[in-house]
C-alpha cells in the first residue's frame, strides 16, 4: 500500500484491451496511460476504470 511502483512507457497497462482507461501520474502531470505512452512519459498507476 505504501510502495510507489513506477511503470516505464511501454510498461503501461492497457485495460480491458482499450475499453478501460489507467489514471497515471506522470512528471507530466495526471493523464491517461493512453496519453502518457503518446507523449513518451511513464509513471505510477493511480487507478484502473472499466
Known amino acids: 500500500p505504501g510502495r510507489r511502483v513506477y511503470r ?3 510498461e503501461l497497462p492497457i485495460v480491458l484491451s ?3 482507461i489507467a ?3 506522470t ?3 495526471v493523464m491517461t ?3 502518457a ?3 513518451g512519459v511513464g509513471g ?3 487507478c ?3
Do not use: F, H, S
Request: charged share 30%; no cysteine.
Open 8 to 10: 516505464k512507457r511501454n
Open 18 to 20: 482499450g475499453t478501460g
Open 23 to 25: 489514471i497515471v501520474t
Open 27 to 29: 512528471p507530466k502531470g
Open 33 to 35: 496511460a493512453q496519453q
Open 37 to 39: 505512452r503518446r507523449d
Open 44 to 46: 505510477e498507476v493511480l
Open 48 to 50: 484502473y476504470v472499466w
